[in-house]
């Protein structure tokens, strides 16, 4: 168990302080991902950015991701689970256009509090507060990809196993600390596990910006 997203991403840091990565780009998702992703740059003493992914709920089970949406027109839909949940094309579309929308939306937020770090030749670390089906984790990925990343590796404290194969196979390298054998919901593994807000993220970065600022005017 963790007490919460600050702890976690300690532990988490202290995991990946042990790869050596060389230089790495610490990239939160927003939302809850960010704290644990700040704990994480912390402790690596590495930039700290976001990369802005929205779920596609199932509409009648918004929990349920049928697939993901990201910046830069970045759109992956799990079709297995679509035809599964019986989605008409018209819902499809409908969820696609509102999260389009909200994606938007979050994106003009965040980048007023911080610009976009090119990360293009860059090893990045994708950082979440946990991983469940994997939908949002593989659009970052393919964000990163986008963006000309060098390597991609995603993080999170908790994910079942079979998610981890899945990303396994699109991410360079995966990490996560905790894998229930009975995985049933990511806040399963957390003791205080509130929802993080907008402008929590947006202090984040603030607060990360202010120190980058401080940094190179000391240098």
Not at 62 to 79: C, K, L, N, S, T
Not at 195 to 216: G, Q, Y
Request: glycine residues 8%; charged residues 25%; hydrophobic residues 50%.
């Amino acid at each position: 168990m963790f007490e919460n997203r600050i702890e976690a991403g300690q532990r988490l840091g202290q995991r990946l302080a042990e790869l050596e990565v060389e230089g790495p780009v610490i990239l939160g998702l927003p939302r809850g991902g960010v704290p644990v992703a700040a704990e994480v740059a912390r402790i690596l003493d590495a930039p700290l950015d976001v990369i802005v992914v929205r779920k596609l709920g199932v509409p009648f089970h918004p929990e349920y991701a049928m697939g993901a949406i990201g910046e830069g027109g970045v759109r992956f839909v799990d079709w297995q689970v679509v035809a599964e949940a019986g989605v008409t094309a018209t819902e499809l579309a409908r969820v696609i256009d509102q999260e389009s929308l909200e994606l938007r939306r979050r994106a003009e937020q965040f980048r007023i509090a911080q610009a976009r770090i090119d990360i293009s030749g860059r090893v990045v670390v994708i950082v979440d507060d946990g991983i469940a089906t994997g939908s949002t984790a593989t659009a970052a990925i393919r964000v990163a990809r986008d963006l000309g990343a060098k390597l991609v590796i995603v993080a999170a404290p908790v994910a079942p196993q079979d998610t981890i194969k899945l990303l396994q196979r699109i991410a360079d390298a995966v990490v996560v600390l905790e894998t229930p054998p009975s995985f049933q919901a990511v806040g399963q593994v957390y003791v205080d596990f509130l929802p993080t807000s907008d402008e929590e993220v947006i202090s984040i970065l603030s607060r990360n910006r202010m120190k980058e600022v401080d940094l190179s005017q000391s240098a």
